[in-house]
Structure formats: C-alpha cells, structure tokens
C-alpha cells in the first residue's frame, strides 16, 4: 500500500514538473510569437507597433502594446490622434490553467491563449468608449495560439446604445463578431468580420447669426461584413482577395439636408500571380442601387493593374515601408524610386478603368486602357515632361444616353449659374436659370459634334480615341499633339483643329 501511495505522489510529482515545466517552455515560445507579431505588424507603413512592458510569469504573461497610426500631414485624425493601446494576457499551454473561469478561454491543449482588451487610458477615444460601454471591456480578442505559431482569433464587441450623449442624439450598435484565421509565419488569413446594424443621430446645431436651426446629421448602416482570404505566395507577397460589403447605407447631411441611399453596396480587391514572373491587381466597386436627391441608378467601377514585375513590388512595398519609417530623414528616397519605375515600366504594365450606370435618364459605359513602357534614358528629376514616354498606347470608349448627357450637363450649368448669381448678390429665377442652362448646354454639344470630338448615334453620344506612335486620334480624326517647331499644342491654340476636314468628319444622323 505504501509503495502505491509512493508510486501515486512520484507519477503526481512528475507530472507536475511536466506541467510546470512546459507552461515555462511555453511561456518562452509565447513571447517569440508574441515578437514575431509585431515584426510581421512592423512591415505596414502605415502602423507602428511598439511594446509597452512585457511581464512573463510561469504559468502567464501580461503586455501592454502601443499602436501608432501614421496619418496624413494636416489632417483632422492627426490632430485627433487615433493611436491606442492593447492589453494581453497570455495564458501559457499546454493547458491554459491559469485562464480557469476566465469568460471565452477554451481549457483545450494549445500553445498558448491571448486574452487582448483596449487599454481604456491609452487615448481620448479609448477612454470615451469605456466610459460608454461601462463596465464591460469595448473589444475583447481571444487568440488561441497553436504549437507551431498559428492563431484562431474570436473578435467580439458587445451591442451598445446612446442617448443624448456628448455630440450624439442616438446611438443604436448592434455590436460586433469576428473570426481569423492565421497561419504560421502569417502565410496565410482568411476570417470575416459582420456587423448587423448601426444606426446614428447627430444632436441639432443651434441658430446662430439670424440662421435657422440644422438638423443633426443621420446615419444608418445595415448588414456590414468583411472577409479576407489571402496566402503568401512567390515574392513574399500576400496573394488572394479581400472584400467589404454593406447591406443598407442611407445617411442625411447636416447642412444640405440631402439624403443618400445605397443598396448592395460592394469594394474588393484582388491579387493574383500572372505567369513566374508578373502579377496582377483588380479592385471592383459596385452598387445594384444608388439614390441622391431625386437621382437614383446602380452602377459599377473596376481598376486593374496587370503585367506588373512581382519582385518589383515587394522592392517598392519595401521602398515604401522605409520611407514610412523616416519621412524627413532620406532625401536620396526619390532617387532610389526612379530605377524601381522604371524597371516597373520595363514589363509593360496595363491599367485599365472600367465604368458602368443605369440611371433613370439613360445608361453610361466607358472603358480607358492605357499601357506603358520605359521612358528612356530622360532623368524625370531634370526633365519631367520625358515621363509622357512612359505611355506607349492607349485607347477610350465612351458611350451615354443622349437624355442623361444633357440632363446632367443642363444640371451642372444650372448650378453654377445660380451659385455665382448669388455670390454677387444677384436674385435669379429658377426656371430662366433651367432654360439658359439648357440653351448653353445645347450650343456646347453641337460645338463638340461639329468638330467631331464627339458623335450622336441614334439616342447615344459616343466618343472613341486611340493613342499610339506618339499620335493621338479622336473618331478617326488626327489631334495635333505638338506643333511644327516642337511646341505644344496648347501654346499653339490657333492651330488646334476646331472642326475636321469634309473627307474625315462623320456623318451625323438627323
């Protein structure tokens, strides 16, 4: 009996030490993934991430992370700064004992568990989030980190509402849920982020100088989610796509009192291998239904880069990250950008704008290709008009109902008529102002056609131009780039063609 009891307390003894012992491992391995987090973080120029303290226990660990976000010089954000701070508690594996009736922390065999929060004093913003939320941390992230440094991350903020609180009249936010996953050595994310619902209400401004009270402005956003997919692929950059999507957006200005609704609204982004050595980018934006005012439609709009040198990017994301880092400290910055353009411009990129919209006064669809290639021996830095050797072909199409070109065209001028009759003071009826606008409008469009810069077809106007060889051609018709003696055309604006020869100008249809 004894030597069971014996046996008992050296297997408990042992065990114990084997715990011990691997929370202690675990703890280290903790703090290198912990490192090369923030070495990960570090290549985005636009975030710096410093550590605060760390403290490693035996069985846990605490930090306290700084996140700096680089804004735009003389920005309203910069002078607000955005820039806060996490608190982790890092739960040690192989079991997360310490994290023991700890909300969200799975008692599973990992590495180690993160319980991440905001820390409530780190900024102005931080501290007027929890002041809100009260006694529940804003945002709580729970990280379970796998032996080989992958994490599976649960992002949650509890729904929260206002009344009449600071500069908002109402505040409905259903909160927040979210899922990563990321694997070792960041080759790899893929999760969502979803929001259900938001809604806000500005508090009235009040009357001041003999002007009437303004609303407060509104906002209400519905059915919002974020998805990423994305790998590490050749060149060590991040191939996949990534999406943001909202359901519902309709928002009233303050001032103009003009409402705005969206409806499917969608902004993705894409990069993709093309061949060893080029790869390929695409953004797409796109709307089944937009309304401003009275005007309402849906439309589209796509950007793609292709043909662009894959190891030239990573050099100018690398190029980019350095700058980023010291933006007054490297005046040599712009001379070493110059070789990384140009070998850019050695693969002969493509970029190419495609824009669609259905609107209630017709249809609109353009498409711009522009490729380019080396500009040559020419220093930019002493010459930079030599950059427009750069592109070596282009070609646009337009083509937009007849009824939605003049409406808008008529709108516009309607507009600036009115706008500049009452900065001098001037009282102008609106219908003349309709009429004038129209008659203005009208002379422009025949001006156009006459010269042959545009083409009425049936219900359609339409404009094709090609560039190539250095010569610029608009519906077949030669557009003089530089005059005789070299000079620009824009200097030589007696010699710019106002209306084509008899043989070159299309026929218009009556």
Do not use: C
Not at 7 to 33: D, F, H, L, N
Not at 311 to 340: H, I, R, Y
Not at 427 to 453: I, K, P, R, S
């Amino acid at each position: 009996m004894n030597k069971l009891v014996g046996g008992v307390v050296v297997v408990v003894v042992v065990a114990a030490a084997g715990v011990t012992g691997a929370a202690y491992w675990s703890g280290m391995q903790a703090q290198r993934w912990y490192e090369e987090a923030l070495a990960e973080g570090a290549k985005n120029p636009n975030v710096k991430f410093s550590t605060v303290s760390y403290q490693r226990g035996l069985f846990s660990s605490q930090s306290v992370t700084r996140i700096q976000l680089t804004m735009p010089e003389n920005s309203d954000a910069k002078e607000a700064d955005p820039s806060f701070s996490i608190r982790q508690e890092i739960y040690h594996g192989p079991l997360p004992l310490a994290g023991w009736g700890v909300p969200g922390i799975p008692m599973q065999v990992t590495g180690a568990v993160v319980r991440a929060v905001l820390e409530p004093d780190s900024s102005a913003w931080t501290r007027e989030l929890a002041k809100a939320y009260g006694n529940q941390p804003p945002i709580v992230a729970i990280s379970r980190i796998a032996f080989d440094g992958a994490s599976d991350t649960h992002i949650a903020m509890p729904p929260l509402t206002l009344t009449n609180t600071g500069e908002v009249q109402s505040l409905k936010f259903s909160g927040l849920q979210g899922q990563f996953q990321v694997a070792a050595k960041a080759a790899a994310v893929q999760g969502n982020l979803t929001v259900a619902s938001l809604e806000a209400v500005g508090k009235p401004t009040s009357a001041a100088d003999g002007q009437p009270a303004t609303g407060g402005g509104q906002i209400s956003l519905r059915d919002l989610s974020l998805t990423v997919n994305q790998r590490k692929g050749a060149f060590d950059l991040l191939f996949g796509d990534s999406s943001f999507k909202i359901g519902d957006l309709s928002a009233k200005d303050e001032t103009s009192g003009a409402p705005i609704a969206i409806n499917n609204l969608s902004i993705s982004g894409s990069l993709t291998p093309q061949g060893a050595q080029q790869i390929a980018a695409e953004a797409l934006i796109k709307a089944s239904k937009v309304t401003v005012d009275q005007q309402s439609g849906e439309g589209s709009l796509k950007l793609v880069l292709r043909n662009l040198d894959g190891a030239t990017v990573a050099k100018l994301q690398q190029w980019q990250q350095k700058v980023a880092s010291n933006p007054n400290e490297d005046p040599q910055a712009l001379g070493e950008l110059m070789p990384l353009i140009k070998a850019l411009l050695a693969g002969k990129p493509e970029f190419l704008i495609d824009s669609q919209a259905k609107l209630a006064q017709g249809n609109w669809q353009g498409q711009l290709t522009l490729n380019f290639q080396d500009f040559g021996e020419i220093n930019p830095l002493l010459d930079p008009s030599g950059l427009l050797n750069a592109l070596e072909k282009g070609a646009a199409d337009v083509a937009a109902s007849r009824t939605l070109v003049e409406a808008l065209l008529t709108n516009t001028a309607k507009e600036t008529a009115l706008a500049q009759a009452k900065a001098q003071g001037e009282t102008v009826d609106d219908q003349a102002a309709q009429t004038q606008a129209a008659q203005q409008v009208t002379e422009q469009l025949q001006g156009l056609t006459a010269a042959g810069f545009i083409v009425l077809e049936g219900d359609q106007y339409k404009s094709s131009a090609r560039f190539a060889g250095g010569k610029l051609t608009v519906n077949g018709q030669e557009i003089p780039l530089t005059s005789a003696d070299g000079m620009d055309s824009g200097a030589m604006g007696e010699e710019m063609p106002t209306e084509p020869d008899a043989a070159e100008k299309p026929a218009q249809p009556q």
